[in-house]
């Protein structure tokens, strides 16, 4: 969720979204082979339905849309929704129809904007699955949106050999992180990561914010 912010404060969005896009495919990989025994294959699949072709969608309009009012937008819908779960007052329903409009939405807001953490991770919450599971499970739906997102790009060349090798060193660096936290969290209660993912959610959007707006 923080990765492409800090990746735009030296890139530039132009850019920041092909590098993340492959750094978060090594990255996410690297979650799926780490709980791949936690993985929840059901919910991952019934993401993709959508997600996969409105991942495509969002990418072909990558370069035609205004990227920071859609970025504010989303990021306050995103706020709104992380303190009422914050409070205890607003749960996406935990049935199929949320996982699958919920990975249209993410797809296409990831296509256009690079963004899917927030969003999915509002969408996978509904699920009440433990740490291990809820990272493997996101993980692998995101690294099959990335990989729809990166062929995209491939075809609209924006991709080259420099955003291909800074992708890959970040993703690199990235799996260092993966491997610690994976094993920090097996013992968390689900209750409070859910409370921390909120807050890094809130967190994550006003910086995104901010940075919009300047």
């Not at 009012?69 to 935990?94: D, E, N, Q, S």
């Not at 990561?193 to 994550?204: C, F, N, P, S």
Request: glycine share 10%.
């Amino acid at each position: 969720m923080v990765l492409l912010p800090v990746i735009t404060y030296f890139y530039g969005v132009e850019v920041a979204v092909p590098v993340s896009t492959i750094a978060q495919l090594v990255s996410n990989l690297s979650r799926v082979g780490m709980g791949w025994k936690q993985i929840n294959w059901k919910a991952a699949g019934q993401f993709l339905l959508l997600a996969v072709p409105f991942t495509a969608l969002g990418a072909l309009g990558f370069a035609k849309f205004p990227k920071g009012p859609m970025t504010i937008i989303l990021c306050v819908f995103l706020i709104v929704f992380a303190i009422l779960k914050l409070r205890g007052k607003m749960t996406l329903p935990h049935k199929p129809a949320t996982m699958i409009v919920g990975g249209g939405v993410t797809g296409l807001i990831n296509g256009l904007l690079g963004i899917s953490g927030p969003l999915s991770s509002a969408v996978f919450l509904s699920l009440d699955l433990a740490p291990v599971s809820y990272i493997a499970s996101e993980a692998t739906a995101a690294s099959v949106m990335h990989i729809v997102k990166a062929m995209v790009y491939g075809k609209l060349n924006l991709m080259s050999g420099n955003i291909l090798l800074s992708g890959l060193m970040i993703g690199a660096a990235m799996m260092l992180g993966n491997f610690i936290a994976m094993r920090c969290i097996r013992n968390v209660n689900r209750k409070r990561y859910q409370k921390i993912v909120a807050g890094v959610m809130i967190a994550v959007s006003l910086w995104l914010i901010v940075s919009n707006i300047h």
